[in-house]
């Protein structure tokens, strides 16, 4: 990614008082003011189409009707983290010909400028323009140029800045023509909701969108897609057309594919209902909720993972579950008795897991002794118990990515690299019924978006989005994805908006970043899919002394609302509808119990 260093404001000065030389010498070049007969070639510079012709990176972009400076409308575009909001479009223009590109441009620092000239490509700014003003640069193309991009951009970390009546003013080339037709086009992984494509790459195509029965399903800037929203065991046609600022190509030959049955895909739990509810269960500790038995979970439940197998040390590996001490819980039962009660469950249609971390047991598997230690112990746990698969709980610093580590897709971290080959070998182990599910906080997923690891450039916390790798090697075993939605600072949706706990806002823009997927760190080249809305549930805590981010009954049920039906969304528009979204997870049984199975009645009333 781009990453254009601030001018500073000296050599800027130095730039002005030379042009001024040269104008007082009569020494300013003719060619470089456009002629009169010359006509504004740009594309939609007024922004009264919306973005169209316009390409912003990592959904920056956005067409306002306030503040304009002419017309009806003009471009907000905000930065985010390592994405300074830039916005370009490309067009085709003369070899060795005179251009001059204008724009008028308000708000926090502002670029405009143009690339690709074939001379020098040039650029001017503006800090912090509290009204409408002007910005102006010229260039000559090359002997051999026949397109340039011409761009407008802010600076990472300031306010959103406005560009409006952009204008390149020159000769005009031969217009541009529609891409070619896709070729390549075939289906990848299949789920019972969802199809992977993927094509190859057409010369001139800024973008792809694709068609399922004919039907326009979603757009895209890569070559690949995965639709979603899809009927199980069920066929389907799917077309690509390559796009540019022209037009659309014609469509690509069909490609088909049908769903699996239900249940298909992803990990074990075939057999869950198809709307979950998740509980953590303190097993192996008291607190201020009391302790609860396992014979005591209510029906309600359908997945219940056991808090927590912690290691003997931080990088050992070794995992080790032992229920609370009689001392610190009277009322718990015997190893006896809690096993019959776990095959109870079972045999009740449960699933019960050994949840591994939690607030105090940091895992680091920095080496292949503590990754086999792990898969050795685990294994011991969930064969003595007569569990159904693993929830991984890594929190604080059991996860973080090295210098150097910035791809999702393929990690290098020892710690990322051993925990993954931990849980596919955990997996081969138990075969398709494992159940496997993560409980990460926002911090190590929602906020990779905007950060990722230590950066390209260094200097950032290099926890932030570090489970995404995890993730992404793992979805085709991963049954539940159920992120903390609680004890978070504010995030950035894919609004480009900071969305903060508490209310159906945050669980609304946090999910629908899991279920639409996202560029991490801003790069559009590296976007992490979509996961299946089967795949994903809500984490909450159950009651305000569980957690910092408590949310009403009331809430909640507006969440589900907009996520399932798309209703009482508020202000967020979420990118698609998830009826098939498989429920929630809380913070903990126990808590639910201590404030009278208010969390847990209430899904039951919800979901029926």
């Not at 590109?101 to 620092?109: D, F």
């Not at 405009?112 to 003003?133: H, K, N, R």
């Not at 389907?236 to 600022?245: E, G, I, L, R």
């Not at 899991?514 to 159950?542: E, H, M, N, S």
């Amino acid at each position: 990614m781009e990453r254009t260093r601030r001018p500073a404001p000296y050599p800027r000065l130095v730039a002005a008082l030379a042009a001024a030389v040269l104008t007082a010498g009569g020494l300013v070049a003719a060619a470089q003011t456009a002629r009169a007969a010359d006509a504004d070639i740009a594309r939609n510079g007024g922004f009264e189409s919306g973005l169209t012709g316009w390409s912003c990176t990592a959904g920056s972009g956005a067409v306002v009707t306030t503040p304009v400076h002419g017309g009806s409308g003009a471009l907000k575009g905000t930065p985010a983290g390592s994405d300074n909001a830039k916005c370009s479009q490309t067009l085709t223009v003369k070899p060795d010909s005179a251009y001059t590109l204008s724009s008028w441009v308000r708000g926090g620092y502002v670029y405009l400028g143009a690339s690709g000239t074939g001379t020098t490509d040039v650029s001017t700014w503006t800090q912090s323009a509290s009204d409408w003003q002007k910005l102006t640069t010229s260039f000559r193309t090359g002997p051999s140029t026949t397109s340039v991009t011409v761009y407008t951009h802010g600076w990472y970390g300031t306010p959103a800045y406005y560009a409006d009546d952009l204008t390149l003013v020159g000769p005009g080339g031969t217009p541009e023509q529609p891409p070619a037709v896709p070729t390549g086009l075939r289906a990848g992984t299949v789920t019972s909701t969802s199809v992977a494509l993927s094509w190859a790459p057409v010369t001139g195509a800024t973008g792809y969108t694709v068609y399922r029965g004919g039907t326009r399903a979603l757009d895209v800037s890569g070559t690949s897609a995965t639709v979603t929203g899809l009927s199980p065991a069920t066929a389907y046609s799917f077309q690509v057309a390559a796009t540019n600022a022209t037009g659309a190509s014609t469509l690509s030959p069909a490609v088909t594919a049908t769903t699996s049955a239900p249940g298909g895909g992803g990990g074990g739990g075939a057999d869950l209902p198809a709307h979950a509810l998740v509980g953590y269960l303190h097993s192996s500790f008291a607190n201020g909720s009391g302790y609860t038995r396992m014979a005591d979970v209510p029906a309600s439940w359908d997945v219940i993972n056991l808090a927590f197998g912690e290691p003997t040390s931080v990088t050992s590996g070794d995992i080790r579950f032992s229920l609370c001490p009689v001392a610190e819980c009277p009322n718990v039962e015997s190893a006896a008795e809690f096993k019959a009660a776990i095959k109870a469950k079972q045999a009740a249609g449960k699933k019960v897991l050994i949840s591994i971390g939690g607030a105090n047991g940091q895992v680091q598997l920095s080496t292949t002794a503590a990754r086999d230690a792990f898969v050795s112990s685990v294994s011991k746990i969930i064969d003595e118990y007569g569990l159904d698969g693993l929830d991984i709980d890594f929190e604080g610093h059991s996860l973080s990515l090295n210098t150097g580590d910035t791809d999702f897709r393929n990690p290098t971290t020892p710690v990322v690299v051993n925990l993954i080959s931990a849980i596919k070998t955990l997996k081969a182990k138990y075969g398709a019924d494992f159940v496997l599910t993560m409980a990460p906080e926002t911090f190590f997923v929602q906020l990779g978006y905007q950060f990722y690891g230590s950066g390209p450039w260094g200097g950032q916390d290099p926890r932030a989005g570090s489970y995404l790798p995890v993730i992404h090697a793992l979805r085709d075993d991963l049954t539940l994805l159920h992120v903390q939605d609680y004890n978070s600072g504010p995030i950035m949706g894919l609004d480009n908006q900071y969305h903060s706990m508490g209310g159906a806002d945050f669980h609304i823009a946090m999910t629908d970043m899991l279920l639409t997927g996202f560029p991490v760190a801003g790069d559009t080249t590296k976007v992490f899919p979509a996961l299946r809305p089967d795949q994903v549930a809500i984490g909450l805590p159950a009651s305000t002394q569980a957690g910092n981010g408590h949310t009403s009954p009331a809430e909640v049920n507006k969440a589900l609302n907009c996520l399932t039906k798309k209703t009482d969304c508020g202000s967020y528009q979420t990118h698609g509808t998830w009826p098939a979204l498989r429920g929630l997870m809380t913070w903990s049984i126990n808590w639910d119990r201590f404030n009278q199975w208010e969390f847990s009645k209430n899904f039951d009333a919800y979901f029926g």
